[in-house]
């Protein structure tokens, strides 16, 4: 059974930091093509950052410079380091994992940057 959990959100000022974690089971963060993607109330789900199988990764625009994708193959999860937190960032971020015709989401966790 393939699960994606993710943790770490929250309330946090503008300026600040926080970093998420997304914890698979049934499912090599390593093999796949593993993702953070974020919805903001009214808005379409856009793309935060990838990590491909060998590495490369890749980011929205709106995050480049503050945002930083990982993974720690031990365990089998994959983090986003988010610093310099806007009130834009407001969002749910979803762990996503995909490769080839396999695409799986998390439930997502609620990241809120507020005064």
């Known amino acids: 059974q393939v699960q994606l959990v993710e943790s770490g959100g929250g309330l946090v000022q503008p300026g600040g930091s926080l970093r998420l974690s997304c914890a698979a089971s049934?499912?090599?963060?390593?093999?796949?093509?593993m993702g953070w993607y974020r919805q903001a109330p009214g808005k379409q789900r856009e793309l935060v950052a990838t990590?491909?199988?060998?590495?490369?990764?890749n980011y929205g625009d709106s995050v480049k410079g503050r945002f930083t994708i990982s993974r720690d193959n031990a365990k089998n999860t994959v983090y986003l380091q988010m610093n310099s937190l806007k009130p834009e960032d407001t969002a749910v971020y979803s762990c996503?994992?995909?490769?080839?015709?396999?695409?799986?989401w998390g439930q997502g966790t609620q990241v809120t940057v507020s005064s």
């Open positions: 990590i491909g199988s060998l590495g490369t990764t």
């Open positions: 996503n994992a995909r490769r080839a015709m396999f695409n799986f």
């Open positions: 049934g499912v090599s963060v390593s093999f796949n093509t």
